[in-house]
């Protein structure tokens, strides 16, 4: 079977991955939103975070079709250990060998590149599942999709939620930005990024280490090179000046219906003051202003994440799909498979 590397100039290549992952989506997630084509393939050259991916695909029999595909994900900041591996298959050429084949080939980058491990996500109950558990692979956190329908939200929902959480975040402030962090509050914005070292994650992954160089690197510039809006608000503690929580939310001009919740974060000595449910409020206040086209909004959380969960539910956010769990794999064993 032969497999290539994708490369930017393969339009057709990338349009028969997307009909392949489509086609995989349609069985696990019908009603979720897909990845427009201009996104896949900036995605597969680059994560959203900026750390470096290819993408290798095993093409069909009819000019431009995809019988499978993987993306590689070569983390180099942290986590030089693992690699992040995305693999589909065509729906219709499943149970042939495709699966193991591409893992064999990713598997054998990978540990070219020093990585011992493999890491990825698969849905409970899922053919991703079975073929993860059939190669071996280890079950980490399990985390669930959350989605808001806004067009069946109550009128005056968000703003009464906002105005009871800036009830108790008196002595805070909201700053609001659209695109890249402003220069001024890249350093702030780094700690507050690195707040979320906290959050659940699973045992043996490094924390993320941020400053203002690294937010302008790998937090605003693959957003902008991909082209996608995005929407930033803060909360200011006024008698420090910190940055004390923040909220990312983005929409991609190719799906326009859908918002793609970011991060959430909140700084420990500012918690208590329900500020991640008062910009994650304000953030749909000012979602209805610039992006009223928007129908629904997605965000994922870690299961044990109790805190977020308690805050997306108050909103409206509901539980849409099984659980997925991060999964792990040693890449001599995956190279075996």
């Given at each position: 079977m032969r497999i290539d590397r994708w490369t930017a100039d393969e339009g057709a290549a990338i349009r028969g991955c997307k009909e392949?992952?489509?086609?995989?989506?349609?069985?696990?997630d019908p009603d979720g939103p897909r990845m427009p084509e201009r996104?896949?393939?900036a995605w597969f050259g680059l994560g959203f975070t900026g750390d470096p991916a290819q993408a290798w695909f095993a093409p069909g029999a009819e000019p431009g079709s995809v019988l499978g595909w993987y993306r590689l994900e070569l983390t180099d900041l942290e986590n030089t250990d693992r690699a992040m591996l995305t693999l589909v298959v065509h729906p219709a050429h499943r149970r042939q060998g495709l699966g193991g084949s591409l893992l064999r080939h990713a598997a054998r980058l990978a540990a070219a590149d020093g990585r011992s491990l493999l890491w990825g996500e698969t849905r409970d109950g899922s053919p991703g599942e079975a073929f993860a558990t059939a190669v071996g692979a280890k079950q980490g956190i399990a985390a669930?999709?959350?989605r808001l329908d806004l067009r069946t939200l109550p009128a005056g929902k968000t703003g009464s939620l906002r105005g009871?959480?800036?009830a108790a975040a008196d002595g805070y402030s909201l700053l609001r930005w659209t695109g890249a962090t402003p220069e001024e509050y890249r350093a702030p914005f780094a700690r507050v990024l690195n707040a979320f070292n906290d959050a659940p994650h699973d045992e043996g992954v490094e924390e993320e280490s941020w400053d203002a160089e690294r937010v302008r690197e790998r937090n605003d510039a693959p957003v902008r090179s991909m082209g996608l809006r995005r929407y930033t608000i803060a909360a200011r503690h006024d008698?420090?000046?910190?940055?004390a929580a923040m909220s990312e939310l983005s929409v991609d001009p190719d799906d326009p219906q859908w918002g793609h919740q970011g991060l959430t974060a909140v700084t420990s000595q500012h918690r208590g003051h329900r500020l991640g449910l008062l910009v994650k409020t304000a953030m749909l206040e000012w979602l209805?202003?610039?992006?009223?086209q928007v129908e629904r909004v997605q965000t994922g959380n870690a299961l044990s994440n109790t805190h977020m969960i308690a805050v997306n539910q108050a909103i409206g956010f509901e539980l849409v799909l099984p659980a997925w769990h991060n999964i792990e794999l040693e890449t001599a064993r995956a190279a075996e498979a």
């Open positions: 392949a992952w489509d086609r995989a989506q349609d069985i696990e996104m896949l393939a669930g999709v959350r009871s959480a800036a008698a420090s000046g910190e940055l209805a202003e610039t992006e009223p």
